[in-house]
């Protein structure tokens, strides 16, 4: 069933250094009613970081309209002194479709395997997850604990999308209150940044297709997301990131989203990339050809040191006793 946790779960990979496989999945653990497990590539998932993800154990057994909504930090933990620990967060919603979500350039593995850098101690890496389930559409996967809970969402999956405010489903602990901005349900904790989005753009859903609420819900969590990932600083964004972002706002424009703001931010923070890219690289060149430089120096100054040796031997006169 996984071990039941109070939001925290601690992963604690052994031999790390010696992992051969892609990608190694953690214990399953249980937050909330709801299961979980954490996904992680020791050599990276196409990139040159620790990727690290959360991750839905049997997902290819959920039903169709099953989703949950959940905020989640992971950090990577530095055993020497927790002050240096790397942590990233985000919200997503998980479903059958996408069942892990997380970060694909989580830390620098070259950093990561520093063997004074206090990460990797006696071959072991400490993963924490921080984990709270905001909302579930469908049943729960331990349900003799969460017993109302589960009831009132069976309601939800019988009655084909009730809203969140329904009478019962306020009594659900684990299921969160919507409330309505411009046609979209969202949580208490997206009403302030969804009313500045459409202040900002009003137009933004003038031409939006989909009318489920549902569907409404999940295309404003997308786009909250991908606001989110431009927020990032470039060093956190790889290309793949930037690959996905551009493949989100492809889907939400497709919805009939009018994102041309947003489609100007993602060009921006690409050319910004680029620009990082090309800056890294140019600060390594002039790093060696510096080295070079110092190197050079170094020899010329030994050689003119040198030379004033000879100069001053040769100035020197001879003594009488030398002519004589």
Known sequence: ???????????LIKNFCSQQSTKIYSDEFVVDGCKWRLLAFPKGNGVKHLS??????GSQFLPDGWRRHADFHLSV??????????????QQWFDATACDWGFTSMFPLNKLHDKDGGFLVNGELKIVAEVSVLEVIGKLDV??????????????????????????????????????VNGFRVLPSQVETVSFIFERHPDIA????????????????????????L????????????ADADAALAYLTDAGLNLNWLEEKLEEVSEKKENEEAGETRVQEI????????????????????????????RAPFSFDDVV
Not at 81 to 90: H, I, M, N
Not at 147 to 174: F, W
């Open 143 to 180: 349900p003799a604990e969460c017993e109302e809970t589960t009831k009132v969402l069976r309601n939800v999956e019988e009655n084909d999308g009730a809203e969140s405010s329904n009478d019962s489903l306020k009594e659900a602990s684990s299921v969160k209150e919507s409330i309505d």
């Open 52 to 57: 690290l993800y959360l991750d839905v154990p």
């Open 231 to 242: 927020c990032q600083s470039t060093q956190e964004l790889s290309k793949d990131d930037l």
């Open 1 to 11: 069933m996984g071990k039941e946790v109070d939001k925290k779960f601690t992963w």
């Open 206 to 229: 003038s031409e939006f297709r989909p009318r489920n609420q549902h569907l409404r819900s999940a295309y404003m969590n997308v786009l909250l997301s991908l606001i989110e990932t």
């Open 287 to 314: 790093e060696e050809e510096l080295k070079e430089l110092k190197l050079k120096c170094s020899n010329l100054e030994a050689e003119l040191e040198k030379e004033k040796a000879n100069v001053s031997v040769a």
């Open 77 to 90: 933990v530095n055993q020497h002194s927790e002050e240096l620990s790397l942590t990233k967060a985000t």
